[in-house]
């Protein structure tokens, strides 16, 4: 039952994770993805959302258990395998990953480097073809104009289109995104969240993102998995949830068995930003 | 009316909770003690020990100025010798900086802990970069002459391998202090390691490579000046044999190009500097300095990066090439300067990379005939030897301090008296760094004798200039409330300072002394080769007789004591700051 069926894209089984001197920081995760399937993963700083991610493209080796994604064995695979794997995975990161000494275009040819033999440095150093999709995967996330503008000078939001675009590169089947716009305001949030979704559904990708932001999270995806310690706390299609169900993953209680503990102990998911 | 409103006087009967009413002996303070303790006790051990005396102080400042008297006015009877020399000691610094950077660069990528391939290629890294920089370079170049030869090729090798200890440490730092993040995003694509450092690792510590690779050029010109002494190519050849002749004024001529040059040097990488990095993130010096007169020639370039109100430029859709815009022109015009730089200096000491491969066959020869380390020969003379290099040098950090702490509060600006003194301060600066230290040794021991007096007071002279710079940099750099708040309840001036400016800017003075101690012991190993007493006195010796593994003993000793006086002052620093 290990083995994915064509339809999956991602499947997780009896994945556990401890760091050195660390605590669990995953606990026996299962979890199937079929292809084209939007999900959010949602939990507090600290459950286990980043970690899971990093491991679906091999950042981060598991203690125990198996991952398996896109048809590639991510725990056995060889570094080879491995680079094949990334290169159809995209990642987004919280804090864009951008070189900020370099142009946004330079940034966005860096995502076909598992494409390219060799070390690049510089625009002209990436062939012509590369060059022009470059430019015309910025001009899919709005920031042609600012092809050649050095990376730190863009803003937030600007900066992690120009990251969403760098993934383009990749022409992935896969999409991780680790908090996407936890650190850019309302406003940049809104518009990276349109382009991302605009883009995931036009090329029919699937999407894992983790968020924190409950709202956000239900308005966009398809399902919810909830993680609190490193647990499956709630694995669900949106259209059978409802807000408060969802808030629960952030209070000390089980999904679905509200207690009165429940309100002493309130977390709001805000403050999973502010920790 | 709750007691705790009352203002009370503080004496020893008021008992706060927590607090002795004696300061309490806080662990750093304990230390700190400690440490005064025993510099204090060193120096005054050190300053019999090299038998300094005040009287004997004013005989030498007598002396010295006699002898000036004897070398002014300069006299350029040969200006174009010294001007081709000079131009020689320019072409050896800038090919010895490349031999540095071309070698440093994957011996730092080995020795920083986010690119090592391994961990023991990292202690193997990090070992060559500690064995460099703890052998001046004046003792890889008396080595080296007499593997190849007099000449440039000796000073080039031992400038390159000396510098590879502080540009290896240096790019090592600077690629460790990369954010990891963009890194881990190029990896996420599918890139190789490789392909990972180059994109993403590279040119976040470019600027920090620049500015070290500019800051050292300006340190190997000092260096390349005098390593003339013991054969090795350059001006500093010129200056000796002038005062071995006794032509104190014509020597004195030589020593005013060499300031000339130095001081040009200084300029131009300030205002290279200013010009490239202007806004940049870098561990070396102030990227970007507020005040400077390269800076004003040069004027500043547009950056364009700097400038958010730039409309976006026109990207050609077929090509896709970067615009050519101002910044770009200048990177590429400042590139291809260095190029052409580098190529005129080997052309013009007509030295080819091919010739200078082949040395490094020679230098490896001679390296193997040090060893085994013949401790025994001169095992006493060893001893005695590093006890005095040891002793000048606490001697000269001493005597240096106590002129350049004032000295450096008069340079700088926001402490100043007024900008009169402020400007002579300065400029007077200017000066004593622009004599590199071993130039005034040899001029002191001239004057004086020989002996560790003269060599002495010539680290004690160049030291107080160094120091002052660092000094008065800090201070420049300290929050200005306290001070404002100490005025505003009446202090003096001096009061201010003494309370307000001395404790802001304590933990850099402290910093920079144990750095000027360091460097110090580093100048003081290699002042017997010209005379002023120490350990490079027998170093000089074996060497001219060949008793290489007597050499190799040598090195090995003043390798451990660096080493270990480097390892004291790191420990003592991370205690106190």
Redesign the interface.
């Known amino acids: 039952m290990n083995v994915p069926q064509a339809e999956t894209a991602v499947q997780v089984t009896e994945l556990s994770k401890k760091f050195p001197n660390g605590p669990l920081a995953l606990d026996r995760v299962s979890l199937t993805v079929p292809k084209g399937q939007l999900l959010s993963l949602i939990g507090l700083s600290g459950s286990g959302k980043s970690t899971l991610l990093r491991h679906l493209?091999g950042?981060i080796q598991p203690t125990a258990g198996s991952v398996d994604v896109l048809g590639t064995n991510v725990v056995t695979a060889g570094r080879r395998e491995l680079?094949?794997?990334?290169?159809n995975?995209?990642?987004v990161?919280q804090?864009?990953?951008?070189?900020?000494?370099?142009?946004a275009?330079e940034n966005v040819l860096?995502?076909?480097?598992?494409?390219?033999r060799?070390?690049?440095?510089g625009?002209?150093t990436y062939p012509?073809a590369l060059?022009?999709e470059?430019?015309d995967n910025l001009e899919r996330v709005g920031l042609?104009?600012?092809?050649?503008?050095?990376a730190?000078?863009l803003s937030g939001g600007q900066m992690q289109r120009v990251?969403i675009a760098?993934?383009l590169?990749?022409r992935p089947s896969l999409l991780l995104a680790d908090e996407p716009v936890a650190s850019l305001d309302p406003e940049s949030s809104a518009q990276v969240m349109d382009v991302l979704f605009r883009i995931v559904v036009e090329d029919q990708l699937t999407v894992i993102c983790t968020l924190h932001q409950v709202e956000l999270a239900l308005g966009w995806a398809q399902r919810i998995v909830g993680l609190r310690d490193g647990q499956v706390v709630l694995d669900r299609a949106v259209d059978s949830l409802d807000q408060d169900e969802v808030m629960d993953v952030y209070r000390r209680v089980e999904p679905g068995q509200r207690s009165s503990q429940s309100i002493v102990d309130l977390q709001s998911p805000t403050s999973d930003r502010v920790a | 009316m709750p007691s705790d409103l009352l203002i009370r006087r503080p004496d020893s009967t008021t008992k706060v909770p927590g607090v002795d009413p004696k300061r309490r002996l806080t662990s750093d303070r304990v230390v700190m003690r400690i440490v005064l303790v025993a510099l204090a006790v060193a120096v005054i051990w050190a300053w019999r020990h090299i038998e300094m005396s005040f009287s004997g102080l004013i005989a030498g400042f007598g002396d010295v100025q006699n002898l000036l008297g004897r070398m002014l006015p300069p006299k350029f009877s040969d200006l174009d010798d010294a001007i081709r020399l000079g131009l020689e000691t320019l072409w050896m610094a800038v090919i010895g900086t490349t031999i540095a950077v071309v070698l440093s660069f994957p011996i730092a990528l080995g020795a920083a802990r986010n690119t090592t391939p391994h961990p023991a290629v990292m202690a193997v890294c990090r070992g060559i970069i500690v064995l460099s920089r703890a052998v001046p370079d004046l003792i890889f170049a008396a080595i080296f002459v007499r593997a190849l030869g007099i000449g440039v090729l000796p000073g080039v090798i031992a400038l390159g391998l000396h510098s590879i200890g502080m540009i290896g440490k240096l790019f090592a730092d600077a690629i460790e202090q990369t954010d990891r993040v963009p890194r881990e995003a190029v990896v996420s694509v599918g890139a190789t390691k490789w392909q990972a450092i180059v994109t993403s690792v590279i040119p976040q510590a470019m600027p920090s490579f620049i500015s070290t690779v500019l800051y050292r050029l300006d340190i190997n010109l000092r260096s390349s000046s005098v390593l003339g002494i013991v054969g090795a190519g350059g001006i500093g050849f010129l200056m000796q044999a002038n005062l071995r002749s006794l032509q104190y004024d014509e020597a004195l001529g030589v020593v005013t190009v060499i300031f000339v040059l130095i001081t040009l040097m200084e300029f131009l990488s300030a205002a290279i500097r200013a010009t490239l990095l202007g806004g940049e993130r870098t561990l070396v010096g102030r990227s970007a300095p507020r005040f400077s007169v390269g800076a004003r020639l040069f004027g500043r370039v547009r950056r364009d990066h700097v400038r958010k109100d730039r409309p976006a430029a026109r990207v050609d859709p077929e090509t896709v090439r970067p615009p050519w815009t101002g910044e770009l022109r200048m990177k590429t015009l400042y590139g291809l300067a260095f190029l052409v730089l580098i190529v005129v200096a080997f052309r013009s000491v007509s030295l080819n990379p091919g010739e200078l491969l082949g040395a490094f066959d020679d230098v490896w020869r001679v390296t193997t005939r040090l060893f085994p380390p013949d401790f025994t020969t001169a095992r006493d003379s060893i001893i005695d030897g590093i006890i005095e290099s040891v002793a000048a040098a606490l001697v000269a950090t001493f005597m240096g301090a106590l002129i350049s702490i004032p000295l450096g509060m008069m340079a700088a600006r926001n402490v100043a008296v007024n900008r009169v003194v402020y400007g002579l301060s300065r400029i007077f600066l200017l000066f004593v760094r622009g004599v590199p230290d071993l130039i005034v040794a040899v001029i002191f021991i001239a004057a004086i004798g020989l002996g560790p007096v003269p060599g002495t007071l010539a680290l004690a002279f160049g030291t107080s200039g160094f120091l002052a710079k660092l000094i008065a940099d800090a201070v420049e750099e300290i929050n200005p409330t306290p001070r404002e708040a100490t005025f505003a309840v009446g202090a003096t001036r001096s009061q201010e300072i003494v309370t307000s400016v001395i404790p802001q800017a304590m933990p850099a003075i402290v910093s920079n002394l144990l750095y000027a101690l360091d460097i110090n012991l580093r100048t003081s190993t290699i002042l017997g080769i010209v005379g002023g007493g120490g350990i490079g006195f027998i170093l000089f010796n074996a060497l001219r007789v060949l008793e290489l593994r007597t050499v190799g003993a040598v090195l090995i000793t003043i390798f451990t004591v660096v080493y270990v006086i480097e390892l004291l002052a790191g420990w003592v620093r991370k205690q106190i700051l």
Do not use: C, E, H, Y
Not at chain 1, 110 to 116: A, F, H, I, K, Y
Not at chain 1, 144 to 150: I, T, W
């Open positions: 493209n950042l680079r094949a794997l990334r290169r995975v995209g990642f990161f804090s864009f990953g951008l070189v900020g000494r370099l142009t275009l860096s995502g076909s480097l598992g494409r390219l060799g070390p690049r440095l625009t002209i012509k060059r022009r470059a430019l042609a104009a600012q092809a050649f503008q050095r730190d000078t990251a760098r993934t590169m990749q």
